[in-house]
Nanobody
Framework: QVHLVETGGGSVQAGGSLRLSCTAS????????MGWFRQAPGKEREFVGAIKWLTGVTVFSNSVKGRFFISKDNDKNTVSLQMNSLKPEDTAVYYCVADRGSTPSQHLANMPYDYWGQGTQVTVSS
């Protein structure tokens, strides 16, 4: 059984930083992908970023590009989302996602992901 467990959410003032981590169990990635989505109150869920497990290639949405970064720890089956220069509009529940498929990086923002975490709240105050 696959489990994704997110840690690291919380509250921060605008301009600050937070780091989210997601540890996967019951899953071996091979050519798969791990990443993050978010959903703000009253808004649709949106893609944040993802990383290809084999190559380490990362993809980000335009709204976070240059501010957010994703890294992985193969030994711990963990990915981390480093969020810098946070803005109030980054406030959302952040969900870790994973998929075992070999989807090319140019499609990572639009593909369906097989596994989702429970989500962790990030609140950025102005």
């Amino acid at each position: 059984q696959v489990h994704l467990v997110e840690t690291g959410g919380g509250s921060v003032q605008a301009g600050g930083s937070l780091r989210l981590s997601c540890t996967a169990s019951g899953l071996t990635f091979g050519r798969g992908t791990m990443g993050w989505f978010r959903q703000a109150p009253g808004k649709e869920r949106e893609f944040v970023g993802a990383i290809k497990w084999l190559t380490g290639v990362t993809v980000f949405s335009n709204s976070v590009k240059g501010r957010f970064f994703i890294s992985k720890d193969n030994d711990k089956n963990t990915v981390s989302l480093q969020m810098n220069s946070l803005k109030p509009e980054d406030t959302a529940v952040y969900y870790c996602v994973a998929d075992r498929g070999s989807t090319p990086s140019q499609h990572l923002a639009n593909m369906p992901y097989d596994y989702w975490g429970q989500g962790t709240q990030v609140t950025v105050s102005s």
